[in-house]
């Protein structure tokens, strides 16, 4: 999610967007960004490997430079297959 250069925009086109970041630096830089433009997302810290969100979603979106930062990148597809699927299932 880093600074919102992605979520925020998908806010202001009038969708509903959360966020999830594993800096807490970086959440603060989208919060604040969003306050700024009247936005309040639903914004997590958390990592991929460890990620687990309150909600189902429609699409997930992971911008590919995201997964250049994980140390163990080979526990990451797993993961993320179970997350995508489980969080999106209803939605298909």
Avoid: W
């Amino acid at each position: 999610m880093g600074s919102g250069r992605v979520l925020i925009p998908l806010l202001e086109s009038g969708l509903t967007v959360d966020g999830v970041d594993y800096s807490p630096q970086m959440l603060a830089s989208c919060r604040h960004r969003c306050e700024e433009r009247g936005l309040r997302p639903e914004l997590y810290e958390s990592n991929l490997q460890e990620l687990s969100l309150p909600h189902k979603y429609e699409a997930i979106i992971v911008a590919g430079g995201s997964f250049l930062l994980i140390e163990k990148r080979l526990s990451v597809p797993k993961r993320c297959d179970c997350s995508l699927y489980s969080d999106t299932s209803d939605a298909l």
